[in-house]
């Protein structure tokens, strides 16, 4: 989505973080940043307040910023799984590691009830979608909001895109078993 025009414009550091100087909050950054050396507190707030609607902004026309700058990890791209194996009853086992990675690196953004926090909450997502869907969007995520309809639509509605969370295969098919755990799959 990142246009060449976009690319070619000068960048600035805020705070570590890369701005475009056609970025609309950049300018907004800048006067708070001016302002905050008179009423320190008030403006300490309004500055992260703006810092998030940024961020978010930011992640969600711009990928490459985010893993450049907010992740400062390695992306590992998984390849895209086509089918999933699942078994019945429950893997007990699968449902402790999926529990042990979400409340790591998903309860943050999910809850387990039909609540949207920042993302979708995870009731009934495992009758609403194949296991494969479910397995690509935990690990090729980008993949996915860059071609899956549904995906996409969901970006629209949540406004943040899900950052990749390097789960490695056997964790994303424990969240699996867990997801249809928490769905009352026996
Ligand atoms: C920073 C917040 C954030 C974190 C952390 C996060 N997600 Fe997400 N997730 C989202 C958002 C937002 C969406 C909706 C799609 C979008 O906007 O990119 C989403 C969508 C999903 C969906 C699709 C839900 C549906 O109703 O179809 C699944 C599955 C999912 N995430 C799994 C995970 C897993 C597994 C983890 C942890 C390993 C995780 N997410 C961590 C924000 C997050």
Not at 97 to 116: F, P, V, W
């Amino acid at each position: 989505m990142q246009s060449v025009i976009f690319k070619d414009l000068p960048e600035k550091y805020i705070c570590g973080i890369k701005i475009k100087e056609n970025n609309i909050f950049y300018s907004l950054i800048i006067k708070t940043v001016n302002a905050m050396k008179q009423k320190p507190l008030l403006l300490w707030l309004l500055a992260l307040l703006l810092w998030n609607c940024g961020g978010a902004e930011k992640r969600a026309e711009s990928p490459e910023t985010d893993d450049s700058v907010l992740l400062k990890q390695e992306e590992i791209h998984g390849t895209e799984v086509k089918k999933v194996d699942l078994s019945t009853p429950l893997n007990q086992a699968m449902v402790k590691t999926g529990q042990e990675i979400y409340d790591m690196k998903c309860s943050a953004c999910h809850r387990l009830n039909s609540e949207r926090l920042v993302g979708p909450g995870w009731e009934g997502v495992t009758s609403k979608r194949t296991p494969e869907w479910i397995i690509n969007m935990i690990t090729n995520v980008d993949m996915m909001l860059e071609t899956d309809p549904e995906a996409q639509k969901m970006l629209e509605e949540c406004l943040v895109r899900m950052p990749n969370q390097n789960v490695e295969p056997d964790q994303a098919r424990g969240i699996l078993e867990f997801m249809r755990n928490n769905d009352g799959v026996k």
